[in-house]
Nanobody, 119 residues
């Protein structure tokens, strides 16, 4: 059974940094795309970044380009989201997700981790 467990969220001041982790288990992810999404109160969930596990190809939302970096560690089966220059509008619950890279829909989701950026 696939499990995605996020960690690393917290409270940070504007301009600060956080690194989120997503520990993945239950299968091999070589043919998967791993993504980070976020949902702020009263807003729809939105895409943040993704990485194709076996090629390291990355994609970012325009709102986070140049500030966030997605990466993965094969040995630890973990995906990271390094977030720098954080802004109050980055405040949200951040979710890790996984999908077969041939598919569009993300099938597996983590429970989410709260990120709060104070002004």
């Amino acid at each position: 059974q696939v499990q995605l467990v996020e960690s690393g969220g917290g409270l940070v001041q504007t301009g600060g940094s956080l690194r989120l982790s997503c520990a993945a288990s239950g299968r091999t992810f070589n043919s998967y795309t791993m993504g980070w999404f976020r949902q702020a109160p009263g807003k729809e969930r939105e895409f943040v970044a993704s990485i194709v596990w076996n090629t390291d190809s990355t994609t970012y939302a325009d709102s986070v380009k140049g500030r966030f970096t997605i990466s993965r560690d094969n040995a630890k089966n973990t995906v990271y989201l390094q977030m720098n220059s954080l802004k109050p509008e980055d405040t949200a619950v951040y979710y890790c997700a996984a999908r077969n890279f041939l598919l569009v829909e993300y099938r597996y989701w983590g429970q989410g981790t709260q990120v709060t950026v104070s002004s």
